[in-house]
């Protein structure tokens, strides 16, 4: 059994930033490729950004891009994604998702799912 959980959520301003965690139990985390995906309310989920499970490779949506920061430590079985420069359409339920060695763009083909963290950026 695979356990993620996120922290870090929250409410902040535009311009503002917040730094996502995830923290992975019972499993072999450095086997694993990471990612974020985000839902806002009455929109399909969608990648934010993913990392291989050495850590190189990031990829991040064009929404994102110089923006976000994805990062792991795997060490401490924890996935990271710094948020900077944050705008009211990133306003979401973000969630971090595990998927066997190799990173995919598309959420489908996930092995493991969080509960998600609730940020929201006011104007």
């Known amino acids: 059994q695979v356990q993620l959980v996120e922290s870090g959520g929250g409410l902040v301003q535009a311009g503002g930033s917040l730094r996502l965690s995830c923290t992975a139990s019972?499993?072999?985390?450095?086997?694993?490729?990471m990612a974020w995906f985000r839902q806002a309310a009455g929109k399909e989920r969608e990648l934010v950004a993913s990392?291989?499970?050495?850590?190189?490779?990031?990829d991040y949506a064009d929404s994102v891009k110089g923006r976000f920061t994805i990062s792991r430590d795997n060490a401490k079985h924890t996935l990271y994604l710094q948020m900077n420069s944050l705008k009211p359409e990133d306003t979401a339920l973000y969630y971090c998702?595990?998927?066997?060695?190799?990173?995919?763009?598309?959420?489908?083909?996930?092995?493991?799912w969080g509960q998600g963290t609730q940020v929201t950026v006011s104007s």
């Open positions: 998702a595990a998927r066997y060695l190799l990173y995919t763009y598309n959420a489908g083909e996930y092995d493991y």
């Open positions: 019972g499993h072999t985390f450095s086997s694993y490729a």
């Open positions: 990392l291989s499970w050495s850590g190189g490779n990031p």
